[in-house]
Every structure is written in structure tokens, then in C-alpha cells.
């Protein structure tokens, strides 16, 4: 997928692409106004909770991606998702939300607990990303649980 980006907008004087990451990289997320986040190596990336953590409206292109923190992060408020098979028409689509909903984007970007819910502090603190990870988990272990007692009981019944 960044192949393709790179090959569809480098040179497009609307978009600013790099390979590689350099040393006014955050400056320059900071400055940007929508910030790609196609998948990277993994099933996640880094640049969706820096695109936040520094006000850029994160452009998520990863078909399937679970994003984190779904439960109190309200993606769909704070960021644009693009289908794969649509990133040839991103320009389009990144100047029709500029032209119509981009404000209110930006003000639920800025909540404070949505970036609280993101960020990871040296200690613990109540909504933080610490928090949230433990919170999923604790949901994961009581969806288990309730299976296994479910199936348990549905095993004596026989």
C-alpha cells in the first residue's frame, strides 16, 4: 500500500512523502493537516497515535485493521477511513472533507480524552493508554470466561 502512495502522490505538491523517518518528522505532523496511515509492518501503526497526539487527522488505509481502544476512542469522529482500493482517489476524497466536515474532526480530535486513552504515562493514570490496555484485557478474560462456563454447562447437559 505505501508502494502505491508513494508512486500515485510523490511529486503531488498536496501531499509531503517521505521513506523514511527524519528529524523534523513531528514538526512536520504537527504542521500537517491529514496524516496517511496506510498498515504498516505489523496489523498496527504508530503514526495513527502520533497523528492524534500531535492534531493531525489520522487517513487510516488498512483494510481490516482493529483499532485500539475502540470502546472509548470514537474513531470514526476523529478520523477519515480510506479504503485500499480507493487510494488512487484520495486527493478527491481528502478535499471534499476538507471542504465539509473538517472542523468538526479537528474539535474531537482535541478532546482530552481521547489523546488521555492514547498516550502512555510514566505512571498510571485513570484513562490513560496503561489503562485502556488493561481494560481490554480484563473485557478479553470475561468474554473468555463466560465461553468456557457456557460451553461447560452445555458439556453437562448431554
Known amino acids: 500500500m505505501r508502494t502505491e502512495i508513494w508512486r ?4 503531488d505538491r498536496r501531499f509531503y512523502l517521505q521513506r523514511h523517518r ?3 518528522y513531528q514538526l512536520e505532523i504537527a504542521r500537517s493537516v491529514f496524516c496517511l496511515c496506510p498498515l504498516g509492518w505489523a496489523p498496527w501503526s504508530p503514526r495513527l497515535v502520533e497523528s492524534v497526539a500531535l492534531g493531525c487527522v489520522p487517513v487510516i488505509i488498512a483494510d481490516g485493521i482493529r483499532l485500539p481502544f475502540s470502546s472509548t476512542v470514537r474513531w470514526s469522529e476523529i478520523s477519515l477511513t480510506v479504503a485500499e482500493r480507493d ?3 484520495l486527493g478527491k476524497i481528502l478535499e471534499r472533507v476538507a471542504a465539509t466536515n473538517l472542523s468538526d474532526i479537528q474539535r474531537n480530535l482535541w478532546d482530552p480524552r481521547t489523546r488521555q486513552a492514547l498516550l502512555f504515562n510514566e505512571e498510571m493514570e485513570y484513562g490513560d493508554a496503561t489503562w485502556q490496555v488493561l481494560v481490554s484485557l480484563s473485557e478479553k ?9 457456557a460451553s461447560d454447562e452445555s458439556e453437562s447437559d448431554t
Open 87 to 89: 487510494v488512487g482517489k
Open 22 to 24: 527524519f528529524s523534523g
Open 8 to 11: 500515485k502522490f510523490n511529486g
Open 141 to 149: 478474560l470475561h468474554r473468555s470466561h463466560r465461553r468456557s462456563s
